[in-house]
């Protein structure tokens, strides 16, 4: 079943670690076939060094496991909140790479500070607040993805346009239209943290970047007028 998204997912994956995104097994991506309404998902903490394609999980969007011999990966519920609120989702990931978890853990938003930014994000990358100590209790991976869409929701935030999130004291999820495009911003994400942790240590009282810069290289790259690229 859905052995194409099987090895995309696999493959995207595989990415992270060669990317220098995860260590040992801190990271999954999962993608989605939205004709049938099944994703496919990174097992529970299967080392990298012995994945298959073969291993990857097959999961519905009400939580059931469809097909795998494995236990899904802890966060999936996390990746079915944000398929079922987002249809133009069509991958995520989930890492704790270590300058985005930087930005995750001081509790803070990752400010536009320049054009690279810009050119993937339009916008501050914002970070959700903690849960409670109920939404813990009750379901946290299923309220990690609530708080999620809460930021996004209460913020006015295009996630298409800003695909990626910060959960305070954990770590980034990034997303995208398939899974290699969520692996994409996910190592973007982590150079931009590093370049906005630079900045700040040279500028503490930097601003962020003017809106004509922010949108001029956000829009030559996306939207109907975009101009980037062949």
Not at 168 to 187: L, M, Q, R, S, Y
């Amino acid at each position: 079943m859905l052995e194409a998204l099987k090895k995309e997912v696999y493959e995207a994956n595989m990415e992270l670690p060669r990317r220098g995104l995860v260590t040992y097994t801190w990271g999954n991506v999962s993608g989605i076939d939205r004709k049938s309404g099944y994703f496919v998902i990174k097992p529970s903490g299967v080392d990298y060094d012995s994945l298959k394609p073969e291993d990857m999980v097959v999961m519905d969007l009400e939580g059931n496991k469809i097909e795998g011999s494995y236990k899904p990966s802890s966060d999936t519920a996390t990746h079915l909140e944000l398929y079922k609120k987002y249809e133009g989702i069509g991958g995520i990931v989930h890492t704790h790479s270590p300058e985005a978890v930087a930005f995750a853990q001081a509790g803070m938003d990752i400010q536009l500070y320049g054009t690279t930014h810009a050119d993937y994000f339009l916008g501050a990358i914002p970070c959700a607040r903690n849960l409670t100590t109920e939404e813990i209790n009750e379901a946290y991976e299923k309220n990690t993805g609530k708080v999620i869409i809460e930021t996004f929701e209460t913020r006015g935030i295009n996630p298409l346009y800003t695909p990626a999130v910060l959960c305070k004291n954990h770590g980034p999820f990034t997303w995208g239209c398939d899974a290699f495009e969520a692996v994409h911003n996910a190592v973007v994400l982590e150079e931009v943290a590093k370049m906005a942790r630079y900045t700040l240590m040279i500028n503490p009282k930097v601003l962020p970047a003017p809106d004509n810069i922010k949108e001029k290289h956000f829009y030559r790259k996306h939207g109907e007028g975009a101009y980037y690229g062949q």
